[in-house]
T-cell receptor, first 112, second 114 residues
Framework: DAGITQSPRHKVTETGTPVTLRCHQTENHRYMYWYRQDPGHGLRLIHYSYGVKDTDKGEVSDGYSVSRSKTEDFLLTLESATSSQTSVYFC???????????FGPGTRLLVL | QKEVEQDPGPLSVPEGAIVSLNCTYSNSAFQYFMWYRQYSRKGPELLMYTYSSGNKEDGRFTAQVDKSSKYISLFIRDSQPSDSATYLCAMSSLNSGGYQKVTFGTGTKLQVIP
């Protein structure tokens, strides 16, 4: 998976609790992305980062925040998890804005 | 209407068959076209990447882009049971912030039967 790890790989949580997912890369790529994948919707971009402390919103960013304090780490936080955020979350990286993206193994999140 | 349309399948074929997977799109600004393969409970992995109209071949895989018809295809020759996976098409365009926005199809599930 192109030197990308995600943690945790599986998580079950309750509605209203905060959740943080971590993406770690060893490729020193500048761009990092968080997607969610749901049946019938495909992969949808939540947030992306184009450098340390530089982030921007994707198409489904409501209810999510991100942080990137180091090149290798990109954190996704669900401030107050809801059942609609039950999904599989993928991190991706790319060397530059125009390059192809490489995906991590995913985190399966269940919000009860 | 979605920007990228992809038949979800499932598509079942016998081993050795030629497989054709397709996507249509509506946004003429798309510049780059990709195919990803995703095994069950795994992350998508890049199979093919192309910029222009025409064909690109890599082993048993051929990607075809027809920008005039807004149609892309992935052909798999001599299909193997190990090709059983979900195939995602993806397309990107440059947005106002200089970022390549990637739009994914919903994926076609392929099963190759021994």
């Amino acid at each position: 998976d192109a030197g990308i790890t995600q943690s945790p790989r599986h998580k079950v949580t309750e509605t209203g609790t905060p959740v943080t997912l971590r993406c770690h890369q060893t490729e020193n790529h500048r761009y990092m992305y968080w997607y969610r994948q749901d049946p019938g919707h495909g992969l949808r971009l939540i947030h992306y980062s184009y450098g340390v402390k530089d982030t921007d919103k994707g198409e489904v960013s409501d209810g999510y925040s991100v942080s990137r304090s180091k090149t290798e780490d990109f954190l996704l936080t669900l401030e107050s998890a809801t059942s609609s955020q039950t999904s599989v979350y993928f991190c991706a990286i790319s060397e530059s804005a125009g390059e192809t993206q490489y995906f991590g193994p995913g985190t399966r999140l269940l919000v009860l | 209407q979605k920007e990228v349309e992809q038949d979800p399948g499932p598509l079942s074929v016998p081993e050795g068959a030629i497989v054709s997977l397709n996507c249509t799109y509506s946004n003429s600004a798309f510049q780059y076209f990709m195919w990803y393969r995703q095994y069950s409970r795994k992350g998508p992995e890049l199979l093919m990447y192309t910029y222009s109209s025409g064909n690109k071949e890599d082993g048993r895989f051929t990607a075809q882009v027809d920008k005039s018809s807004k149609y892309i295809s992935l052909f798999i020759r001599d299909s193997q049971p190990s090709d059983s996976a979900t195939y995602l098409c993806a397309m990107s365009s440059l947005n106002s912030g200089g970022y390549q926005k990637v739009t994914f199809g919903t994926g076609t599930k392929l099963q190759v039967i021994p």
